[in-house]
């Protein structure tokens, strides 16, 4: 398995994106250009440029001609994918952390930093089809949760809201009162800081991955926990894939504490492990520092890690990994 660099980054990578059909990759960064690549072979399509800081996560809408960044330069933008003209910049009083696009692309939820005084929020906004009626107007305000809300997703039907981040507890909202409607149990949830959340392809289930060292897989609808996945290092990104049962998961430890550490923990790879039965599988290394997002194609058959490192190693599968047994 060879993989290809993406070098267009000059500082580390944050978030990858792949579209629906997976033929493009948008790749967030802490420059301020994120930027959008050919999928099969890397090659680099363009950049959205206007950001102002670093952009710490990503989303595309499902027949991909709409992208949204969310940036610690307190703005939320809207892009057309294709000519990466900026349609609408939706303007906070803190830095955005989380974006991600409703099922159907008619809503947007974003979450906000606490700063200064602001302490941390979710917000609802309407995304319109004809940008000359785009507003900012917030459709739905959740506060409450203390602590940086890392990531955010929609569950089934548009119905719920998924929030996770720096308490280490996973929280389900109703979409159309901000209601709190579910808590992770502290005991079996996450330990320490919650970095990354995906969900699975048919968004039944989704992966979160933590500083605790472990990846944990939750039922999307009832928050029950299903799995747990333990590595030695703290887990910056898992994703699973839309294939086999299998989910990746990177991480490593921040570079001021990499003399500290086991021989092992330097070597920063993305490790695979079986779905179900949780044993590791293997491992692809490559990146010289912790790996900070990872992302599977749609189809299933190639897999991208965004490092600390500024590069993006796209990885397509060889045919022996379609049979491994367990």
């Keep these: 398995m060879r993989p290809i ?9 944050t978030f990858l994106k792949y579209n629906r059909d997976g033929d493009l990759l948008f790749s967030c960064a802490k420059d301020h250009t994120p930027t959008v690549w050919y999928a099969h072979n890397g090659e680099r399509l363009g ?3 206007g950001h102002n800081g670093a952009v710490w996560c990503c989303d595309v809408s499902r027949d991909t001609t709409r992208l949204i ?15 990466g003209v900026q349609l609408h910049s939706f303007n906070f009083d803190s830095p955005a952390r989380a974006v991600s696009f409703a099922e159907g692309d008619k809503l947007v939820v974003i979450t906000t930093d606490p700063f200064m005084e602001q302490q941390s929020a979710i917000h609802v906004k309407n995304i319109e089809g004809d940008r000359s009626k785009q507003n900012s107007d917030s459709v739905l305000t959740i506060t409450g949760p203390q602590g940086r809300i890392n990531r955010v997703l929609w569950g089934p039907l548009n119905k719920t ?8 507890t996973i929280r389900i909202w109703d ?6 409607l579910k808590e992770s149990d502290p005991d079996t949830g996450h330990q320490k800081v919650i970095t990354s959340m995906s969900k699975s392809a048919d968004g039944s289930h989704f992966i979160t991955g933590s500083h605790d060292k472990s990846a944990k897989l939750w039922d999307t609808r009832t928050l029950t926990l299903l799995k747990t996945y333990v590595t030695e290092r703290p887990v910056n990104a898992a994703a699973i894939s839309p294939l086999l049962d299998h989910v990746v998961i990177g991480g490593g430890q921040e570079a001021s504490q990499v003399t500290m550490s086991d021989r092992r923990a330097g070597k920063f790879e993305a490790k695979f492990f079986h779905k179900i039965f949780e044993e590791e599988i293997g491992g692809v290394k490559g990146h010289f520092g912790p790996i900070n997002a990872l992302a599977f194609n749609p189809d299933g058959r190639s897999f991208v890690s965004g490092g600390e490192d500024g590069y993006v190693r796209l990885h397509h599968f060889d045919a022996d990994y379609f049979h491994i047994k367990m």
């Excluded at 660099?5 to 990578?13: D, I, S, V, Y």
């Excluded at 939320?76 to 000519?83: G, R, S």
């Excluded at 979409?175 to 709190?180: D, I, R, S, V």
């Design 5 to 13: 660099l993406l070098k267009g980054h000059e500082r580390p990578l």
């Design 47 to 49: 950049t959205y440029r």
């Design 69 to 83: 960044t969310g940036s610690a330069d307190q703005s939320v933008k809207l892009w057309d994918c294709e000519t």
């Design 161 to 168: 809201l998924i929030s996770a981040g720096e308490d280490g």
């Design 175 to 180: 979409a159309e009162t901000g209601k709190c």
